[in-house]
């Protein structure tokens, strides 16, 4: 199994009900990474995730636009993350003491 099987393998294991085009958006990103690079596969496919609902599914660059703060940031739209996280059957959610180290780039 290469890295982007293993990688989409985790995936579809962390959020079975992420659409085909989303689960590929979310694969490239993870592989795209730099910081990701060298993680384990289940953890590249979650951090990558995390990071691709933030960036597409809530007001997070929005907010950042507007002079907020990463952290300020991340507070204010981390219900949103984790009702999408949820819609695509992740039972793990984001809290609000976690960190995600992947760099906060755009999707």
Request: glycine share 10%; charged share 30%.
């Given at each position: 199994m290469n890295r982007r099987e293993a990688v989409a393998a985790a995936l579809a294991q962390l959020a079975p009900r992420l659409p085909a085009f989303e689960s590929e958006a979310v694969t490239d990103r993870a592989l795209a990474s730099p910081g990701l690079r060298n993680a384990r596969p289940d953890n590249a496919?979650?951090?990558?995730?995390v990071a691709y609902a933030r960036h597409v599914f809530t007001e997070y660059d929005d907010l950042l636009a507007?002079?907020?703060?990463?952290d300020s940031a991340r507070h204010f739209v981390l219900d949103d993350l984790n009702a999408a996280l949820a819609e695509w059957g992740s039972r793990r959610r984001v809290s609000e003491e976690e960190s995600a180290p992947e760099e906060d780039e755009a999707p």
């Open positions: 496919a979650w951090l990558a995730l507007d002079g907020y703060d990463r």
